[in-house]
């Protein structure tokens, strides 16, 4: 169900930050791109560079080329010099004035100077090391910032340089909408600016004051319109950006609409009260909240896999079951996100291995490598976890055990019939071979919300449904790093400014 509370200053801009940003900017393929140096291309032997269109090197939640922002360049190698002097290595680290300069030659590039030059390749692992650490981290949340600021800044007088969301919030269509639906319509129109200045919103915003645009999905329908899909068929870069951000609204609707005996509702309403924190300030201490470094890693890591995540914020709601992901490394040494829950109680990690675990109240923080997933013969889930050379239970997932919010799944027992345009549909008539796909289509026929949940969730546990959902993931994948290289060929036309 919809969430009928209106979209706060605060939820605006957590809109911009996680779902503009770390869901369909700052990563691809679950991992979080934010806190190092990414190049648009490809890298052939000897490091020659082959970038696509006009793309060059770029970092940040909300993406930035450096090619376009030359200045931003030049402030990223001053305070990579101001961290290196403090590190033990320094001399290894410091750049002297001609490596400097050459450096900072490189990194100021378009995709089309070092196409024109045969550029090479930079060695990157001193700047990301820099980009990963907490003065790295504090100097891209402060071009975060300005970013998020820009996409959300509103002010009373019409017409003075509108924001695209400014514009929005007077129209019709976003004053009577819901909050979740509020949130779909920020967050596609904020992408949109993001991606291509004021290119392309104000003429959709036009037909949205008209009357012609009357629900998000009109509005979606509209970016869709915009350009041809590629020769492929995959989206266009503008369709696909909007899909990517639409996923991370998503996860920000189920985190607005949780139930309040969830942990995750108190995480985000924490979170939410200052959305642009960022991760160095909030693990400072905090005497007011000593567990906000927890809960803001475990908000910003669910932006990155926006399905699953929806997923778990549904088994936390009910206080239910739920065990996906394995914390072993898969095939080529990538790894899955994780997701379990037992009653109050979870785990998590994303495709980096890094997460958190909340038990009994507790929280800590946790790493995939020191877990083990084990599969009982009575059905149950355990991982177990390795500390100090002791191996322990960290959590015990059983699918049988009852939810503990009776209120949130009352109604999870699939009806045998139910009745659709006069006619009796039976449950039992099995129009899939799949009898998972049987449980979801009838109780979403029957408009049985919760039961729809409990069905996917147990679809998506199911060995059809992880395999199901790693095609899913590989597509979505690969429409997000398509859509990160289409934002870089055009890049010219909106994106960062500095202010």
Do not use: C
Request: without cysteine.
């Amino acid at each position: 169900m919809a969430n009928p509370r209106l979209l706060t200053e605060n939820e605006l801009r957590a809109a911009a930050y996680f779902a503009v940003g770390v869901t369909s900017e700052g990563s691809i393929a679950g991992r979080d791109v934010a806190y190092r140096l990414s190049f648009a291309g490809n890298v052939r032997a000897g490091g020659r560079m082959e970038p696509v269109a006009n793309s060059g090197y770029s970092f940040g939640t909300l993406q930035i080329d450096l090619g376009q922002h030359p200045d931003v360049a030049r402030d990223l190698l001053e305070d990579y010099q101001t961290w290196a002097a403090t590190q033990p290595d320094r001399e290894a680290l410091e750049l002297a004035p001609d490596r400097y300069a050459a450096t900072l030659e490189s990194l100021q590039r378009t995709g089309r100077e070092m196409r024109a030059t045969n550029a090479t390749d930079i060695d990157r692992s001193s700047i990301n090391r820099f980009l990963a650490s907490d003065d790295g981290r504090t100097f891209v949340h402060g071009l975060d910032t300005q970013h998020v600021d820009r996409v959300t800044a509103t002010d009373t007088v019409v017409g003075n340089r509108d924001s695209a969301l400014e514009r929005l919030q007077r129209t019709d269509l976003y004053r009577n909408a819901t909050g979740d639906e509020q949130a779909e319509l920020a967050g596609m129109f904020m992408k949109l600016q993001n991606q291509a200045g004021h290119g392309r919103w104000p003429g959709l915003l036009d037909r949205v004051e008209a009357g012609a645009l009357t629900s998000p999905a009109e509005v979606k329908a509209g970016i869709d319109a915009f350009l041809p899909n590629q020769r492929n068929g995959n989206p266009d870069y503008l369709e696909s950006g909007a899909d990517n951000t639409l996923r991370g609204i998503s996860v920000l609707n189920a985190l607005r609409g949780a139930d309040a005996a969830n942990p995750l509702s108190t995480a985000w309403a924490n979170l939410s009260a200052n959305p642009l924190i960022g991760p160095v300030a909030a693990h400072q201490p905090n005497a007011t909240n000593p567990n906000l470094g927890f809960e803001y890693d475990t908000v910003r890591s669910l932006f990155l896999t926006p399905e699953q995540s929806r997923r778990f914020i549904s088994a936390l709601d009910e206080g239910a079951s739920l065990a996906e992901g394995s914390p072993a490394r898969q095939a080529g040494g990538s790894r899955q996100a994780g997701f379990y829950v037992s009653g109050n109680d979870f785990v998590h990690w994303n495709r980096s291995g890094q997460g958190q675990a909340l038990i009994g109240g507790q929280w800590r923080s946790i790493h995939a490598e020191n877990l083990t997933r084990v599969r009982n013969a009575d059905g149950t889930v355990e991982l177990t976890i390795n500390e100090d050379e002791h191996r322990s239970t960290l959590l015990r997932v059983d699918p049988r055990a009852p939810a503990l919010r009776a209120e949130a799944s009352a109604q999870t027992e699939t009806r045998q019939t139910v009745e659709v345009d006069a006619h009796r549909v039976v449950a039992g008539a099995a129009p899939f071979d799949n009898r998972h796909l049987n449980d979801i289509l009838a109780t979403v026929l029957a408009g049985d919300d919760a039961a729809t949940r409990r069905a996917m969730g147990e679809f998506a546990r199911s060995a059809e449904g992880v395999a199901f959902a790693q095609r899913g993931a590989d597509l979505i994948a690969s429409r997000q790093a398509e859509e990160q290289t289409a934002r870089h060929q055009t890049s010219e036309q909106g994106g960062f400014e500095r202010g």
